[in-house]
């Protein structure tokens, strides 16, 4: 059973930035692609970023040039570095192993004054 466990989220003002984690308990991290994903309230899950195996990154184009997703295979750990932070980015992020698909509980952002 592959575990990921989010954690960082939080409530930052507009323009501010935050750095989310997840840790997964997967013996092939390194060989694995990951992602984030975000739902906002009445709204479907949507793909935030995602990372290879070798480090390529895609982006929504909702986030480019925003956010930026690592990744320590040493520490079997993806980040999701957000920065300009907007009230539209309020949402539950999750974290999602892309070999069998497993999902992260979620952590919550509210981008507020």
């Known amino acids: 059973q592959v575990q990921l466990v989010e954690s960082g989220g939080g409530l930052v003002q507009p323009g501010g930035s935050l750095r989310l984690s997840c840790a997964a308990s997967?013996?092939?991290?390194?060989?694995?692609?990951m992602a984030w994903y975000r739902q906002a309230p009445g709204k479907q899950r949507e793909l935030v970023a995602e990372i290879s195996d070798v480090g390529t990154t895609i982006y929504s184009d909702l986030v480019k040039g925003r956010f930026i997703i690592s990744r320590d295979n040493a520490k079997n750990t993806v980040y999701l570095q957000m920065n300009s932070l907007k009230a539209e980015d309020t949402a539950v992020y999750y974290c999602?192993?892309?070999?069998?698909?497993?999902w992260g509980q979620g952590t919550q952002v509210t981008v507020s004054s």
């Open positions: 997967l013996n092939i991290f390194s060989r694995t692609s």
């Open positions: 999602r192993e892309l070999l069998y698909g497993n």
